[in-house]
Nanobody
Framework: QVQLVESGGGLVQPGGSLILSCTAS????????MGWFRQAPGKEREFVAT????????YRSDSAKGRFTISKDVAKNTINLQMSSLKPEDTAVYYC??????????????????????WGKGTQVTVSS
């Protein structure tokens, strides 16, 4: 059984930085892509950044470009999201996800999100002064 466990969330001031980590257990060899998504109160879950588990492809949302970097350590079954220049609108619960079949691009689409194979329980990120 696959489990995804996020860590690293917390309270940070605007302009600050955080690093989120997600550690996977179980049949990680089946993964095609992994990624980070977020959901703010009253809003739908949205794509932040995705990465190919077997290759080098990455994909980021427009809001993440230039501020967030996704990376992986396959040996440790971990992906990270390095976030900088954080804004109050980045406040949300951040979820780690993994899928067995889709590419990083497809994983980011609404149908990719609906069909995701595995989700973590999320970690809260609050950006506030």
């Amino acid at each position: 059984q696959v489990q995804l466990v996020e860590s690293g969330g917390g309270l940070v001031q605007p302009g600050g930085s955080l690093i989120l980590s997600c550690t996977a257990s179980g049949r990680t060899s089946d993964f095609s892509s992994m990624g980070w998504f977020r959901q703010a109160p009253g809003k739908e879950r949205e794509f932040v950044a995705t990465i190919s588990w077997r290759g080098d492809s990455t994909y980021r949302s427009d809001s993440a470009k230039g501020r967030f970097t996704i990376s992986k350590d396959v040996a440790k079954n971990t992906i990270n999201l390095q976030m900088s220049s954080l804004k109050p609108e980045d406040t949300a619960v951040y979820y780690c996800a993994a899928d067995r079949e889709t590419s990083p691009f497809t994983m980011a689409t609404p149908w990719g999100i609906r069909g995701m194979d595995h989700w973590g329980k999320g970690t809260q990120v609050t950006v506030s002064s």
